[in-house]
Each structure stands twice: as C-alpha cells, then as structure tokens.
C-alpha cells in the first residue's frame, strides 16, 4: 500500500510546518485562510489525525462574519489587539478567496510567489502580517513612491489597504505620515526615531542629511533649495509646507533624477528670493497658491 507523503505548510516568513505545535508557533492568518480556501489546510490536518480540529474547520459557515475570530479559537490563537488589527482586511480577504472570480484562483497568492518587500533590517516580508511586524516607514514610503508597495498589496488581494494607501497617493493630505501610520496601525513611538533622525530644520542640516545618504528627509524648516545633482532617489516630505527653490527646468529634473516631494511648496527663483522682503501675509498667501497647484505628491 503506497504511503502517503506528508506535505508542510508554509507559515510566517515561508517557514515549514509539519506540526501543529510549529503551526502555531508560525501562525499566519493570511495563509490559513488561503490553504482553507484551497481545501489543503484540511488534508494536512488529517494526514495527521487531527480530526478534531480538520472537523471544525470543515463545520465552519463561510458566510459567518465572526469566521475570523473562531479560527483563532479553533487553533488556540490569542485573540489580542494585534489581529484586530488586519480583521477587517482579513475578513475582505476570505470573500475575495471564496468569490466566484475565475482569475483569482490562478494569482501567485496561492503558491506564494509574490516577490517579498524588504523591511527593517533588509528583513523579506510577504504578508501584511509580516509587514506590520517588520515596519520600515523610510521603505513604505520609498515603496509607496515607485509604486511597488500598492501592487505588492493587489497581488496579495489586500485590496482595502491598497486603495487607502492609493488615496494617500492621489490626494495631497496634510499629514500623510499620520495617515500611513493608521492604515498599518503602527504607533508613532514606534517609528518616531527613524524621523527624528531624518529632521533638516535648515539647508546645513538637509545637506548633512544627504551626504549621510538618506532616503527619505523630512523638511521641517521654513525654506530650502534642493541640490538636484545629490539628491537622486531622495524623498522629502515637509512637515510645516516648507518653500522650496525650483528652478525653470528643474521639474523635468526632479523626475528625471527621481525626486519626489510631499507637502511642500515649490517656487520659482525670484520668488524664493524675495522671500525675506515678503510680509507674513505673502507668504500665507503664496504657500496657499502653491498647495493648491500641488493636489498630489509630486513624483516621477
């Protein structure tokens, strides 16, 4: 009689569960709901003899809005704030997989091909879950600037999260960091250094900054002047709608070296030169004209 060979399932960063033990240590919703959906959660479960719980599952109406949390309670998962936290994407996600969609069912979500993001500390990230854990502000919004984050999350069939983060794209919010915070959930505290260490309060400090090699400088001062030649491939975003010095070509420029600017003003030479001659007033006024021209973060 041919024996059968004992599959793994592939958990949390890819890694290799050949038991329930290592299943919940390695605990990943995102990939219990896609071997659900593909009926090869049950089949592992019973190749081991755990009826009990493949029977649960087997029980369990796919239409029941709490789904979500009795899977936590059927695999002794806690259920703590850190899955409410994706709930919503995760129940969007099981509707999605459950659809009649034909395409669907071909995605790489299913084979877990989609091609990781790098996070924190260059860590490989393939799921929100995993995302969240791993959370790199500098990487999101460098992700976010060249369009890879928004497909990564489409491929993954998180579509509520990729339209928030395309709304934050094509609409000139504020305070985006804010609003990007919110979307993963992610405590400012959390993060706050990596701005803190990325502050150029005036020109010395943004040219310091760029020297050192940063990515992503936040402009918290009151003017500045972008040194085109040393800033490829630089993020900045401005904290207060800094004004900052464009020059006749440097809008080509800017995509050309792939400089991307959020929440600041950009003005002419003249204008920036007449700067310290303007009343407070002007200056109001001349930040509102520009924000106004400015309806989406300018990138190439």
Known sequence: M???????????????????EELRENFSLERILIYMSNSKLITWLRDRNINDIADKIENLDKNDSKIINQI????????????????LEATCLWAILNSDKKDI???KIFNFENVPLKMKGDVEVRTLEELRENFSLERILIYMSNGKLVAWL?????????CKIKKVLDENYNMPILNILEIFNIDFNEIGFEILDSVANTQEMLEDLI???????????????IPLITSKN??????????VRRGVEDYNNFIANNITFWNVCLVSPKKYNSLDSMSKEEIEELKEITKLMQKKPMRS
Do not use: H
């Open 2 to 20: 041919r024996k059968n060979i004992r599959f793994p399932l592939k958990m949390k960063y890819n890694v290799e569960v050949r038991t329930l």
């Open 72 to 87: 936590f309670g059927i695999f002794n998962i806690k259920d703590d704030e850190q899955q409410e936290v994706y709930l």
């Open 105 to 107: 069912k071909e995605q």
């Open 154 to 162: 489409r491929n993954l069939c998180m579509d509520v999260t990729a």
């Open 211 to 225: 020297n050192k090699g940063k990515k992503v400088i936040y402009l918290s001062g009151f003017k500045f002047f």
């Open 234 to 243: 630089i993020i900045y975003i401005g904290t207060n709608y800094p004004i």
